[in-house]
């Protein structure tokens, strides 16, 4: 169902693999925010993107895989849909996963001749985490920021050099794990990242769309 005067496109892009006793009726359960934000009556009904080019959502039942690349129209209150969105698949994913979401500002044009020079976008990307437990969430988190820093630092050394690199960011998380549980014994909420594991900043320049 279209939305008027919506001041975002809004790109849900990434893959989950499932339990295998997860079914069709399991997923659209956990998609229930999605599906409900888009106006319509099921999964079924919403699995289409805004963009014909994109896959949308599926549930691939052979591989056990969730597989997103939607694009929806919104507002930033569409986030609290992607907060219960996560807390619902960390019940049905079997490992951490990692989802993109990208906010595209629909007033902001990249072409400089049309654009106020003073003008901002207000495109904005987030990252989110679920899993099935703590642990598989951080070490899917641990995963990206080890290919992140590894990317940025090779182009000014040899990869063979950045061993001690990866060993002090396997150490960081290993206290933060570590502090996850001491709290979790004291009867505490843990520390970090609640249900999503999210992570929200700024694009620094307009992301591209995700093309298939």
């Known amino acids: 169902m279209a939305r008027y005067n919506t001041p975002f496109e809004i790109h849900v892009h990434g893959q989950v693999s499932l339990r295998g006793d997860v079914t069709f009726d399991n997923i659209q359960d956990a998609l229930k925010p999605l599906w409900k934000y888009a106006g319509e009556r099921s999964l079924t009904d919403a ?41 619902n698949l960390n019940e049905v994913a079997l490992a951490g996963a990692a989802i993109e979401v990208t906010f ?79 709290s979790l014994q004291l009867g505490k909420p843990p520390r970090g990242s609640g249900g999503s594991g999210g992570m929200g900043h700024g694009s620094g320049g307009r992301k591209p769309r995700h093309l298939h």
């Open 47 to 87: 699995a289409g993107s805004f963009y014909e080019d994109e896959p949308g959502i599926r549930f691939d039942t052979a591989e056990h895989l969730l597989q997103l690349c939607w694009t929806v129209e919104g507002d930033d209150d569409f986030r609290q849909a992607l907060d219960e969105m996560c807390m």
């Open 104 to 182: 595209y500002d629909t007033e902001f044009e990249d072409d400089e001749e049309e654009t106020d020079p003073e003008a901002e976008s207000r495109d904005d990307f987030v990252m989110l985490f679920v899993g099935p437990d703590p642990a598989a969430i951080m070490q899917v988190q641990r995963d990206l920021l080890v290919q992140d820093v590894i990317s940025l630092m090779e182009r000014h050394f040899d990869g063979a050099e950045l061993g001690g690199v990866v060993a002090a960011v396997d150490q960081l998380f290993s206290q933060r794990f570590n502090d996850l549980v001491s």
